[in-house]
């Protein structure tokens, strides 16, 4: 799903630079293009506050075929008197029970901790989502 609103949004910002030739020669170097979506993209969110997501577990040698930890990724919006939007993310995870019985130290419970920390940290939500995603689905062994 986030592969296809990314395929979207680089043909919707190829058309929009196509029409813009000489705003974008105007802007530096620096600036980071604004990222836009069209209505009928934004439309089956609209209204939502989570999306789960089943991550697969990728190792190679045959252990833990077929097990699948789930990320739920919450936020909310929410809007002051004067407008200005506020926004709060979060994730909860969901991981087979032998995971958590051979987590001696404890640190699986803190994968909710460790995506708050790298947002609040200025790092990218999504950027934030794949960390925890890759931390969950492991390392693919050849």
Same mark, same amino acid.
């Given at each position: 799903?986030?592969?296809?609103?990314?395929?979207?949004?680089?043909?919707?910002?190829?058309?929009?630079?196509?029409?813009?030739?000489?705003?974008?020669?105007?802007? /530096?170097?620096?600036?980071?293009? $604004?990222? =836009?979506? *069209?209505? +009928?993209? !934004?439309?089956?969110?609209? #209204? &939502?506050?989570?999306?789960?997501?089943?991550?697969?577990?990728?190792?190679?040698?045959?252990?833990?075929?077929?097990?699948?930890?789930?990320?739920?990724?919450?936020?909310?919006? /929410?809007?002051?008197?004067?407008? $200005?939007? =506020?926004? *709060?993310? +979060?994730? !909860?995870?969901?991981?087979? #029970? &032998?995971?958590?019985?051979?987590?001696?130290?404890?640190?699986?419970?803190?994968?909710?901790?460790?995506?708050?920390?790298?947002?609040?940290?200025?790092?990218?939500?999504?950027?934030?989502?794949?960390?925890?995603?890759?931390?969950?689905?492991?390392?693919?062994?050849?």
């Amino acid at each position: 799903m986030v592969r296809k609103l990314r395929e979207r949004k680089k043909r919707n910002s190829m058309r929009t630079r196509r029409g813009d030739e000489d705003e974008d020669e105007e802007e /530096e170097e620096g600036e980071e293009e $604004e990222e =836009r979506y *069209d209505t +009928g993209e !934004l439309l089956p969110y609209m #209204g &939502k506050t989570c999306l789960d997501l089943e991550v697969p577990v990728l190792n190679g040698k045959g252990e833990g075929e077929g097990e699948v930890s789930g990320l739920r990724v919450m936020w909310k919006i /929410e809007f002051d008197w004067t407008g $200005e939007a =506020r926004s *709060d993310i +979060g994730v !909860l995870v969901g991981m087979p #029970g &032998k995971w958590r019985k051979h987590d001696e130290r404890g640190q699986l419970s803190g994968i909710p901790r460790l995506f708050d920390e790298l947002v609040q940290g200025g790092e990218d939500p999504l950027i934030a989502v794949r960390t925890v995603v890759s931390l969950l689905a492991g390392e693919q062994t050849s």
